[in-house]
């Protein structure tokens, strides 16, 4: 079936250095990619997005990067700093954006001092 | 603005008892859901509404029902708890599919 590939399931990296999570999708006709982020105990939030239009959207710190022939985006998290450790999720829409988002099974990230 | 919200926070049932997880947004959005959590598993979807008056079955859908009251409420419903349906359930609300969802704060809920 339809399905979010993510990798690594833990990321640990000293503070100030960079992380990149890894997401691959099997539906090229996706076209819709979130990243969400949750703390412990609390609920995902959604952090960066990004469409199919577009190979690369950045907010501060994050930047999301998407290429639709290899089916495959990946969150990076540069200048890494303690509050930043969380488990990351990314999501697609898959199958033409009949259903809701199908989620990556998460990449705890730890932020080493 | 509250946003999503969800009762209750944390349940405990025993196996073959029956319990409605209620969920009300305020943001005016036209599609919820309702998904678990599971550890190592991510979020999964159980049920989905794309707007008032639809719903539709997601990925695990099995042993639960649903109901789209208005175009701010969305229930689930279990109606014979079992032991596998242990889990952490979030309701999520959105403008569409397209778009970002808000989710709710959670239901921890346990079967024995």
């Known amino acids: 079936g339809e399905n979010v590939e993510q990798h690594p399931s833990t990321l640990s990296v000293q503070e100030g250095d960079s992380a990149v999570i890894k997401c691959t999708y099997s539906d090229s006709a996706s076209n819709y990619f979130p990243w969400y982020k949750q703390e412990l105990g609390k609920r995902p939030q959604l952090i960066i997005d990004i469409r199919s239009n577009v190979g690369e959207k950045k907010d501060q710190r994050i930047a999301v990067t998407l290429n639709k022939t290899a089916k495959h985006f990946s969150l990076h998290i540069t200048e890494t700093q303690p509050e930043d450790s969380a488990v990351y999720f990314c999501?697609?829409?898959?199958?033409?954006?009949?259903?809701?988002?199908?989620f990556g099974k998460g990449t705890h990230l730890i932020i080493q001092p | 603005n509250a946003g999503v919200t969800q009762t209750p926070k944390f349940q405990v049932l025993k196996t073959g008892q029956s319990m409605t997880l209620q969920c009300a947004q305020d943001m005016n959005h036209n599609s919820m859901y309702w998904y678990r959590q599971d550890p190592g598993m991510g979020l999964r979807l159980i049920y989905y509404?794309?707007?008032?008056?639809?719903?539709d079955k997601g990925e695990v859908p099995n042993g639960y029902n649903v109901s789209r009251l208005n175009k701010r409420e969305f229930s689930l419903r279990l109606e014979s708890a079992a032991p596998s349906q242990t889990s952490v359930y979030f309701c999520?609300?959105?403008?569409?599919?397209?778009?970002?969802?808000?989710f709710g704060s959670g239901t921890r809920l346990t079967v024995v």
């Open positions: 509404s794309a707007s008032e008056g639809t719903t």
């Open positions: 999520a609300s959105s403008v569409d599919h397209y778009y970002g969802y808000t």
């Open positions: 999501a697609a829409l898959l199958g033409g954006g009949a259903d809701g988002l199908t």
